[in-house]
């Protein structure tokens, strides 16, 4: 439909429209960076949703049972800040719209979680809304499970781009929804035919409808500049029993008269003098960031609707039983059961006891024993290897279309996605993710991990068959620089425990940080080296002094994971030859530099040779080993300094020269 047919049929609707238009150039302009063009093609898309679809509340941004709006394309930005404002969430004011894209705005560049009320998540990087948002939606079903459609009966809306659809992380997304049957996930496709190089004809030929099909979604179509034919393609997409894709046909940069579906309205300002011909062809005679009483108090209204919604779900809520109810509120204001934290003692006191030797990823399952029975919040899975990150416990049920009830979701070959599925969990509320792959695949889940770290999500990485220790798999999948690229990740945890006692105090510290987290674990067995029960968790601290020096201390071995075993035995060949050594265990590097100094140099004094053991790359360890009162001419390490090899554990340690042997003859040559 054109601007002039468009006007004449639907006025109160053309008006709505237009102020998220003027709202985007002009802020687009006045920041001078940004991209006008998707919101100008979405807006009328985006004021039919917001008026007629989506269920939220603008005075309580956290409401439960509110629909989610997710902006995939997060570049246009613009548009989700000005239905924010206009709708009247009061974090989103026309001063922050005007300093868009400044410091200290929460009109950031692309939309930030936690910076404003109505921003769902994170987005900017192509493809991850989309992906975030199929977790969303399972956290729905899950929870309707749960607590029943009375309080749980809400939508997951996105809007994507062709720029969302290319990236691969896209397809993860739409096979794994597809296979799900998520229903209630409905993506409004921007197919306005332009990415930023030109058209989309350049670079892409692929149907996406058919694309679509093939995946299991029901596919729609509108004119994206129609509000009936909009509103109607929405109804049609609700009513389906599939997750469903509506092809928007837009036009970018809609009215401006020379870039209009071309690239110059993708991602640069337009410039006055498009702009004012732009007023024109609107009918918009309002200065920058003026928007007229009326338009703005339509706008307020389908704000306010939403309150009579939240209202009359509160009045269901409060049927619930007592009980149940409190579990509610407890789920989603992220509390953990009173029962876990006495429960994770008990088995670590059990652990200290009995001292078995198994794997961590072995560890990890028996821990999860513990938590999945008395967390039903936790929602697991994995990338297709299951049995080999041991992330499946006992009675937890299958997540799919016949049993939502279940916990545990089988994600497919599809790191990134489950990466990203997992967040859009997180970010739902009500569910605590955790999923697993080897940590060699971290690369495939990358792009997702950060958005964890930058949001804060509360996920747990449950990344096992790390280090040569694996073995015969060989240097494919043998990671040895993935620890120290993920220990460079800010607001994300990594922990590499020695035994089972260090893995539970790990797992026990992911379920209640305000962030994402590693749990980097082994193949191989290891025997437990924390036989002594202790109340406190001593992996909170990051490390500790795991075994004090007999003799007067000479030197300290710092080590993680597997090689705290090896440094324990070089302490023993080190001591008998009269060189005091003491071991400090260092599960999470994070946690140890966020304790305070005294703390630190307590475990890591000044004068002592220190010498670190990990199998992996010394990249990262110059900071306990030199720094930190230590000296570079008194430092050492031994680990990898390369890729692997395939073979068996027992020939691999040996001929990378990670021994026992090798830590002592390190330490003797600078004493």
């Known amino acids: 439909m054109n601007i002039p047919e468009l006007r004449e049929r639907h006025p109160d609707h053309w008006k709505k429209a237009a102020a998220i238009r003027m709202l985007a150039m002009d802020a687009v302009q006045q920041a001078n960076s940004g991209h006008p063009g998707m919101p100008m093609g979405m807006a009328d898309v985006a004021t039919v949703l917001f008026e007629k679809h989506l269920k939220f509340d603008p005075t309580d941004a956290k409401w439960p049972d509110r629909d989610r709006f997710v902006l995939s394309a997060g570049h246009g930005s613009m548009l989700l800040y000005a239905l924010l404002f206009l709708t009247g969430y009061p974090d989103m004011t026309i001063e922050d719209i005007r300093r868009f894209r400044q410091l200290g705005s929460p009109a950031e560049g692309h939309p930030e979680f936690g910076h404003a009320g109505g921003i769902e998540t994170t987005t900017g990087p192509l493809g991850q809304g989309i992906a975030t948002s199929v977790g969303m939606a399972i956290a729905e079903e899950s929870m309707a499970a749960r607590f029943g459609r009375k309080v749980v009966d809400h939508h997951t809306y996105v809007i994507a781009g062709d720029g969302c659809l290319m990236e691969g992380i896209s397809q993860e997304a739409i096979g794994l929804a597809g296979r799900q049957e998520l229903s209630r996930l409905i993506v409004l496709w921007d197919d306005n035919g332009i990415s930023i190089d030109g058209k989309v004809s350049l670079s892409d030929k692929t149907d996406q409808k058919a694309r679509f099909v093939a995946s299991g979604w029901s596919v729609h179509e509108c004119d994206g500049h129609d509000p009936d034919d909009i509103d109607r393609a929405i109804r049609e997409a609700k009513a389906t029993a599939q997750p469903s894709l509506v092809d928007c046909r837009t036009h970018i940069g809609y009215g401006a008269p020379t870039k209009q579906d071309t690239k110059a309205a993708h991602g640069s300002p337009l410039g006055a003098e498009e702009i004012a011909k732009i007023r ?370 027992e020939q691999l340690y040996p001929h990378f020269g990670i021994t026992a042997d090798a830590v002592a003859a390190k330490v003797e040559a600078l004493v």
């Not at 070959?413 to 569910?431: D, Q, S, T, V």
């Not at 797992?507 to 036989?531: K, M, Y």
């Not at 140099?601 to 790359?617: N, T």
């Open 280 to 649: 024109e062809i609107y009918g918009w005679p309002y200065p920058p960031f003026e928007i007229p009483n009326d338009v703005l108090s339509a706008w307020r209204g389908i704000g306010e609707r939403g309150k009579a919604a939240r209202a009359d779900w509160a009045a269901r809520f409060d049927k619930l039983g007592p009980a149940k109810r409190a579990e509610f509120e407890r789920v989603v204001s992220g509390a953990l059961p009173k029962k876990l934290a006495p429960a994770l003692m008990a088995f670590r006191k059990g652990i200290s006891e009995s001292a078995p030797k198994v794997a961590t990823r072995k560890s990890s399952e028996m821990v999860l024993e513990v938590i999945n029975a008395n967390t039903p919040e936790t929602i697991g899975g994995s990338a297709d290897l299951t049995g080999s990150n041991n992330t499946l416990t006992k009675d937890l049920g299958t997540f799919d279309v016949g049993t939502r009830g279940g916990r545990y979701v089988h994600y497919g070959i599809r790191e990134h996605g489950m990466a990203a599925a997992m967040n859009g969990l997180a970010l739902h509320g009500g569910c605590i993710p955790y999923g697993g792959t080897f940590l060699v695949f971290s690369d495939y889940a990358r792009g997702a991990m950060r958005l964890s770290a930058i949001m804060g999500a509360r996920v747990v990485y449950v990344l096992t068959h790390n280090s040569i220790g694996l073995g015969e798999d060989g240097p494919t999948h043998q990671p040895v620089e993935h620890l120290a690229a993920l220990r460079a990740m800010p607001k994300l945890n990594v922990f590499r425990p020695a035994d089972t006692v260090e893995t539970a105090e790990a797992w026990e510290l992911a379920l209640s940080a305000d962030g994402p987290s590693v749990l980097a674990l082994t193949r191989q067995n290891l025997p437990t080296v924390r036989t002594r029960h202790t109340r406190q968790n001593l992996s909170a601290r990051g490390a500790y002094v795991l075994e004090e020096a007999v003799a007067r201390r000479k030197a300290i071995l710092l080590a993680t994971g597997s090689e705290v075993e090896i440094a324990l035995e070089a302490r023993t060949l080190l001591e008998r030859k009269g060189i005091g050594t003491r071991v400090v265990s260092m599960p999470c590097w994070e946690l140890f530099a966020a304790q305070d100094e005294k703390y630190r140099k307590s475990v890591l004094p000044a004068g002592p040779v220190r010498v670190g053991v990990e199998a992996a790359l010394e990249f990262g360890w110059e900071r306990w080993l030199c720094g930190e009162r230590g000296a570079e001419k008194k430092a050492g390490f031994v680990g990898m300094t390369g890729f692997g090899a395939s073979g068996t554990i």
